[in-house]
């Protein structure tokens, strides 16, 4: 029952989707593009960005304290946070040792 309910659905919405057509579906393309270089949108942006950087921070410092020197060398290795190694991040957030 569920599975046919779902389907029904997707073939609603792509009928519906399909009815509007490409024109619409480019404006609405277009205003999600405006909103998400807003700047209040840019800011809700970077302040999760870092509410989330900080959070795993933390998350990893918890686990390298509780479980750090009862890993094996094979796992601490390559994990900043279990082998004492700083990091640092690349314009892509991409760390490097």
Do not use: C
């Amino acid at each position: 029952m569920r599975k046919l309910t779902f389907l029904a659905g997707l073939a609603i919405g792509y009928v519906l989707g399909t009815r509007a057509g490409r024109e619409r579906y480019e404006q609405l393309r277009q205003t999600a593009r405006d909103l998400s270089q807003t700047q209040a949108v840019q800011s809700a942006t970077r302040n999760a960005k870092a509410a989330a950087g900080s959070a795993a921070t933390k998350a990893g410092q918890a686990v390298a304290d509780k479980v750090g020197d009862r890993l094996p060398n094979a796992v601490t290795d390559r994990i900043p946070y279990l082998n004492g190694k700083s990091t640092t991040l690349d314009d892509w957030d991409t760390a490097h040792r």
